[in-house]
């Protein structure tokens, strides 16, 4: 994959840090509520459901189903990404439960179905690897 897209990429969080290093360990991290046990994506300093801030970090499975997907036409995020075109991206629903903004890998212009079972995998793009989607 072409490294020059990690150039527009926002450097990691405090919070966010530990889903990152997960990925380049081909671990896909989600954060579990310690207080009412819910599971969400993407990191937060509170639990979305109830507020809470005891919070831990637990590997999912990565599997999931296709939710939704759009192929995107237009290099939106520059030109970096001309050579992409046409790619999809999918909204995974987990098996733990969040919903995960992703991106569907696959032959060039080919696209998902809903439903479809998916799977996680990480590809390296520089020096941080990225938790995408393909079939199971
Ligand atoms: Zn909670």
């Not at 990690?6 to 360990?25: H, I, K, M, Q």
């Not at 036409?73 to 992703?102: H, K």
């Not at 998902?112 to 941080?128: D, K, L, N, S, T």
């Amino acid at each position: 994959m072409n490294n020059d897209l990690l150039a527009e990429f926002v450097p990691p969080t405090l919070d966010s840090r530990p889903f990152w290093e997960g990925c380049n360990r081909q671990e896909l991290l989600l954060q579990h509520c310690q207080a009412c046990h819910h599971a969400f994506y993407y990191a937060r300093r509170l639990c979305p459901a109830c507020g809470d801030t005891r919070l831990a970090w637990r590997a999912a499975g990565g599997q999931g189903c296709v939710y939704s997907y759009s192929q995107v036409q237009v290099p939106f995020q520059g030109p970096a990404w001309q050579s992409q075109l046409p790619y999809c991206v999918v909204l995974i629903d987990l098996e733990e439960g969040p919903r995960m903004l992703s991106r569907w890998l696959a032959p060039r212009g080919e696209v998902p179905r809903i439903g479809q079972r998916a799977q996680v995998v990480f590809e390296q793009v520089g020096q941080q690897k990225l938790p995408f989607f393909g079939a199971s």
